[in-house]
């Protein structure tokens, strides 16, 4: 039994974190600088964020020690003053390597000064309903198909660079994601310069090294000039991530095989919690926002875990710790299993949950595929769990409403 786990790739915000982690900053001498700069390379992020919050309480304290801060903040999960640290370092030091940075980290939360998925007004749009920058064409609503693969990946048709490439419609990835083979087949050119990003997530090779890339990405009529994240070599299909159409509300109805993008009006109610079309009901749960990725809790044999909705994934994957939090013994006679992720493949093993739930859906023994190498953060609810079930993820609300075709 073979699994595809080619979403993980950014699935977590582990690998947001290390997108936007840059090791040839230097140092600070200021003792409460090197100190915090230091805790962050150790892997402390918590204990960087004392240590450097005291140091950057100084209006003047320098661009480099601004972005470790904004870093550690973002590692430890604190989106909001994460955000708001990299806006500092990038308009307090725009011309710096570090401002440039902190511009770059910002469009994982929309456009500069807005939230990620706030529905907040940014520049580009042509009403202002939703960020984006100058030149993106962000259409009121749109409406596209997606072809299922031979194992039921939603393939999308997507142009980057008025190029053509097929690529995964994936929930659970941070960010538009792909390796230098794909940027080769799209015939542009090679990042060169030092990696500017690890990225972790599935497989056995390790955390993979990466570019940011500037480019321009057209789905329907849908497109936005934004940066993709590319490493060595990605041995999957490239990743459709929340980057992209983190902004919109979207219904995936597996009946006809559509994405429908519908984008908040200033001052209209389009959102599931503010009058639209559905209500909220037992068929409504809420979700959290890891990076750009959608953490919903889930309940696995009466146990609420917290995991990422990852409709780029086939199967539903857990870690061997996941299994140890949540009390559960590994049967004797579970499957072997393998996957393949950013880092290569990897093996693990198979078997059935006695129960697992989410919102209205309701499994029982309900098979997982629990993997080794594994260190996307949480677990994966993937499309084996979803089934049949319509969705609409609304953004702006952070709500997921569930329909029983």
């Known amino acids: 039994m073979q699994i595809s786990t080619s979403t993980i790739k950014y699935s977590a915000v582990a690998m947001l974190c290390s997108l936007l982690m840059v090791t040839s900053l230097p140092s600070q001498s200021a003792t409460g600088a090197a100190q915090g700069v230091a805790l962050y390379k150790q892997g402390k992020y918590a204990d960087a964020v004392k240590v450097l919050d005291g140091v950057c309480q100084n209006p003047t304290t320098d661009p480099n020690t601004l972005y470790y801060y904004a870093l550690s903040l973002h590692q430890t999960g604190n989106f909001d003053k994460a955000r708001r640290a990299y806006m500092r370092v990038a308009q307090q030091y725009p011309s710096s390597a570090a401002g440039r940075m902190a511009s770059q980290a910002l469009t994982a939360f929309g456009s500069p000064g807005h939230s990620s998925g706030s529905g907040s007004t940014g520049g580009g749009a042509s009403s202002g309903e939703s960020s984006g920058s100058p030149g993106d064409n962000l259409p009121e609503s749109a409406k596209i198909y997606f072809k299922p693969d031979a194992q039921s990946q939603m393939m999308v048709d997507v142009y980057v660079n008025n190029r053509p490439i097929k690529m995964v419609f994936d929930t659970g990835a941070d960010d538009c994601a792909f390796g230098k083979n794909h940027l080769q087949e799209l015939g542009m050119a090679m990042p060169t310069g030092k990696p500017q990003f690890k990225a972790k997530g599935v497989g056995d090779g ?70 639209g079309a559905h209500g909220l009901d037992r068929n409504t749960i809420p979700f959290e ?54 880092a290569g493949p990897t093996k693990g093993v198979a078997f059935p949950l006695q129960r697992m739930t989410l919102g209205p859906i309701d499994r029982s023994d309900f098979h997982i595929s629990v993997l080794e190498g594994f260190e996307a953060g949480h677990p994966l609810i993937g499309r084996s769990f979803l089934g049949d079930w319509q969705y609409t993820i609304d953004n702006d609300a952070r709500l997921i409403h569930f329909l029983r075709r």
């Open 206 to 275: 390790g955390a993979q090294n990466g570019w940011i890339v500037p480019a321009t990405v057209r789905v329907g009529n849908i497109e936005r000039k934004m940066t993709i994240g590319v490493q060595e070599h990605l041995p999957t299909e490239p990743l459709l991530g929340q980057s992209f159409y983190h902004d919109y509300m979207y219904t995936i109805d597996k009946g006809s095989n559509s994405i429908t993008f519908t984008r908040k009006r200033r001052g209209g109610a389009t959102s599931i919690a503010s009058g």
């Open 289 to 342: 926002k890891l990076g750009n990725s959608l953490s919903v809790v889930a309940t696995v044999n009466g146990k609420p875990i917290r995991c990422i909705f990852d409709t780029g994934a086939t199967g539903t994957v857990f870690a061997f710790g996941d299994m140890k939090s949540l009390g559960i013994n590994i049967p004797a006679d579970a499957e072997e299993t393998s996957g393949t992720g950013i």
